[in-house]
């Protein structure tokens, strides 16, 4: 794929740039999608399995189903598409990588002061006293652990349905959102709000927007510059013609 010329200019002349990731960006690191045909919300229910109702209505079934995700999770390594990403850090003066993605990869691939919106699947914390169980429990753990403190039960610390989305993280967010000159959206199907309006906060403030997806998503048609592609491709092509 071509990536048009007046984009790669825009980069050139561009200080700061911003960034959404979504699950796409790790599908081919083999982290499964929620919304594509072979996706998790296909198969599975997320008012289930992703909410604090889902998760006080049986415990036990959504601690497996996190414990089944982090194997994976930990077993996925960085695809070049998030070496890419961390490598664009150092192209411009200011470069904020905001994601939706749990699973760390971008950090594992050098990525730094990743701002982590929907929360992150290795650590846990108790849903009571809010106390951080970050290596107290184990994969083998196949029922919920309690709280060694205060006895309540032990959650991932991802951001469920119907929870509020980390303020700070939010809030620098919408401040890179504000002040970027390009603004992409990647690996991301634009449906969960409020992470997927910040793009066309991005676009209101006068940046560029710029899409990379292999498919059309429901944010397409309001792009600047769209990229049909994945980010493993694309996001390459991109580094290598803003390095010369
Ligand atoms: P989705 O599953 O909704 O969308 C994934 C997007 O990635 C789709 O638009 C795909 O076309 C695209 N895609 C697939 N393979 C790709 C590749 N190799 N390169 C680039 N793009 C690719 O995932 P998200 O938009 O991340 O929230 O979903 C948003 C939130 O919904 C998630 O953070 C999660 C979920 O419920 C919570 O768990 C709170």
């Not at 048009?4 to 825009?10: R, V």
């Not at 930990?74 to 993605?101: S, V």
């Not at 509020?164 to 401040?175: G, N, R």
């Not at 048609?221 to 390095?243: A, Q, Y």
Request: aromatic share 10%.
């Amino acid at each position: 794929m071509d990536i048009p010329e007046k984009l790669i200019e825009i980069l050139k002349k561009a200080k700061k740039v911003a960034m959404l990731t979504g699950a796409g960006v790790s599908a081919e690191s083999g982290i499964k999608t929620f919304r594509d045909p072979d996706g998790l919300w296909t198969k599975f229910n997320p008012a289930e399995l992703a909410s604090i109702d889902g998760f006080m209505s049986n415990p036990k079934l959504v601690w497996e189903w996190y414990q089944h995700r982090r194997a994976i999770v930990f077993d996925a390594k960085p695809n070049p598409g998030h070496f890419a990403i961390a490598e664009m850090q150092n192209l411009f003066d200011k470069f904020t990588l905001i994601t939706q993605n749990v699973d760390r990869l971008h950090q594992t691939a050098g990525a730094t002061n990743v701002l982590e919106l929907h929360g992150n699947i290795i650590d846990n914390r108790c849903l009571d006293c809010n106390r951080n169980f970050e290596g107290e429990t184990s994969l083998a753990d196949k029922f919920v652990p309690r709280c060694t403190h205060c006895g309540g039960l032990i959650r991932p610390c991802v951001v469920w349905f119907g929870e509020m989305l980390p303020e700070e993280a939010f809030k620098q967010s919408e401040l890179a959102a504000m002040h970027c000159d390009v603004f992409f959206s990647v690996g991301t199907s634009g449906e969960v709000y409020p992470a997927a309006g910040l793009p066309f906060i991005a676009q209101n403030y006068g940046a560029k927007i710029v899409e990379v997806n292999p498919n059309h998503t429901s944010v397409s048609n309001s792009m600047d510059f769209v990229l049909r592609g994945t980010s493993s491709h694309v996001l390459p092509l991109i580094v290598e013609k803003l390095k010369n």
